[in-house]
């Protein structure tokens, strides 16, 4: 049966799992199982969708990060260095004595992208990781 319910046991960080249950809670979930049903719809979606970036793309990455994180600001700064020809500006804002924000303006092929957007996003210690595309307009 495709439908067949499958159990799994997952390990969170504590704070992660109080701010999933006051989502879920607020969102009025039945249960823990139906928000993590949902929520790992949305991130075969957000997968899929991201497969789906090819061609000349315009766009933005968001990152959030705890700057204490050992090794991370290098990691971080490696990764762009290597990224030079997509990525066209950088703003970082610190956002308080641990927390970093950075900004990336990107330009270039959707592959190109989807590699940088997910090499930030496999980091330990970085956050929240969001990726914009555009298409240029054609002329
Ligand atoms: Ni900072």
Redesign the pocket.
């Not at 970082?92 to 956002?95: A, F, G, I, K």
């Not at 927390?99 to 950075?102: L, M």
């Given at each position: 049966m495709d439908n067949e319910l499958m159990r799994i046991g997952v390990s969170l960080p504590e704070s992660l799992l109080e701010r999933f249950d006051s989502i879920i809670s607020k969102r009025g979930y039945s249960s823990r199982s139906e928000g993590i049903r949902d929520a790992i719809r949305w991130y075969i979606r957000y997968y899929e969708w991201m497969s789906n970036i090819k061609g000349e793309r315009f766009g933005t990455i968001t990152l959030a990060y705890n700057?204490h994180q050992r090794g991370l600001v290098d990691q971080i700064t490696e990764i762009e260095h290597e990224f030079i020809g997509t990525i066209q500006s950088t703003l970082?804002?610190?956002?308080d004595a641990d927390?970093?924000?950075?900004l990336v303006v990107i330009h270039g092929e959707g592959e190109r992208i989807r590699e940088l957007s997910e090499k930030l996003t496999a980091l330990k210690g970085v956050k929240h990781v969001k990726l914009t595309t555009i298409v240029p307009e054609e002329k």
């Open positions: 700057h970082h804002l610190h956002v927390n970093c924000f950075e």
